[in-house]
């Protein structure tokens, strides 16, 4: 067994022991309510973070509650892609739901953590996401959509990688064609640079980069060592564009029909579910980071002020994108909320 397969088994069953440890009330029958929870990820707790998370949450929610509550997990897409989970969970057929991007469809906006170059580093969206302004986006997306926000959790900061050319500015971006979802906000961050975005789905990313339609393409650490796309770019940039955020949703009247107990239990379980998603993706992308620089990549970490460059590019030409569809006050709201953790933090 590899180290870092015991060091996972170790962290998951500690928190699996601290639930037990804890134990739990046993006035209601056991299995007596059921929460049905999916997620679009794997089922290895090894590799997935969202299968480890709620493998956590699923202990610690079923043994604190003495049983009374049974978690069942659906991962790997078993209800749907995340759009389908997020209907789902909307309309009550489904108790909890884990995903990303798509949340921003139900609740618009989240949208402004797709602003680039938004958080200089995991500590700093730590703890906007668990401060106040993390606090008043849950409120706002509640009240939009039926769905509480139970925690946030990472998907990861997205690098860019090309087979032409180190990256290490904007000017170095200009004439590549660069591999994009089919997002407004990342065509215009790319385009921004100088680069052109092509749309291309996920499942064909790896033949259209050895295929030499694009020359690049843009993910986290973990995708890019997951989509073997080593094989096809020699060159990384660790720039950090984006933070994806990844929601754990309730739905609100499941969520208030429970015990007030079992309410902060659930609370609880998924506060801890986040730390596992983190820790876990944490891990992959330090281990991940050093895999493909042994498979030949060549990676390249921009200075403070390189990145100062990319930011000052990019994300003026984002926001006004995101102007349009959610106004400024959101913006306003993240961006000041940043400027506090920073100035926090730098005392």
């Not at 590899?2 to 739990?24: D, E, Q």
């Not at 606090?135 to 959509?145: F, I, Q, W």
């Not at 094989?231 to 208030?256: A, C, P, R, W």
Request: hydrophobic share 45%.
């Amino acid at each position: 067994m590899s180290k870092r397969v015991v060091l996972i088994t170790m962290a998951i069953s500690a928190f699996v022991l601290l639930g037990l440890s804890l134990g739990g009330p046993s006035t209601v029958q056991a299995g007596q309510v059921e929460i049905r929870l999916g997620h679009p990820d794997p089922a290895d707790i090894y590799t997935s973070r969202k299968a480890a998370g709620s493998t956590v949450f699923k202990a610690m929610v079923e043994n604190e509650t003495g049983g009374a509550v049974k978690v069942s997990l659906y991962p790997a897409g078993q209800l749907g892609g995340e759009r389908e989970v997020a209907e789902a969970v909307k309309l009550g057929s489904v108790q909890i739901g884990m995903l990303s991007g798509p949340f921003s469809g139900f609740c618009r906006e989240a949208q402004v953590f797709d602003i680039p170059y938004l958080f200089p580093s995991l500590l700093v969206a730590y703890k906007v996401l668990d401060g106040p302004f993390g606090k008043e986006l849950a409120d706002e997306c509640l009240k939009k959509t039926g769905m509480r926000i139970l925690t946030y959790a990472q998907v990861g900061f997205r690098n860019f990688t090309n087979s032409a050319r180190v990256i290490k500015s904007p000017a170095d971006l200009k004439g590549l064609k660069i591999r994009v979802m089919e997002n407004p906000v990342y065509m215009n961050l790319v385009r921004s640079m100088g680069a052109a975005p092509t749309p291309i789905p996920w499942p064909e990313t790896y033949t259209a980069l050895q295929q030499k339609v694009v020359d690049g393409q843009e993910n986290p650490i973990s995708s890019i060592k997951f989509a073997k796309l080593y094989e096809v770019q020699k060159y990384m940039t660790t720039d950090g564009h984006t933070f994806g955020v990844s929601f754990m949703l309730i739905n609100e009247k499941f969520f208030q029909s429970l015990p007030k107990e079992f309410q902060a239990i659930v609370k609880n379980a998924a506060l801890t579910s986040a730390v596992s998603e983190n820790g876990i993706d944490n891990l992959d992308n330090s281990i991940g980071l050093q895999f493909l620089k042994d498979k030949g990549m060549e990676v390249y970490a921009p200075t403070a002020a390189e990145k100062a460059q990319f930011r000052a590019i990019a994300q003026p030409a984002v926001i006004e994108y995101l102007e349009k569809q959610i106004g400024r006050a959101w913006i306003d709201k993240v961006l000041n909320a940043v400027k506090q953790v920073e100035a926090a933090l730098a005392q």
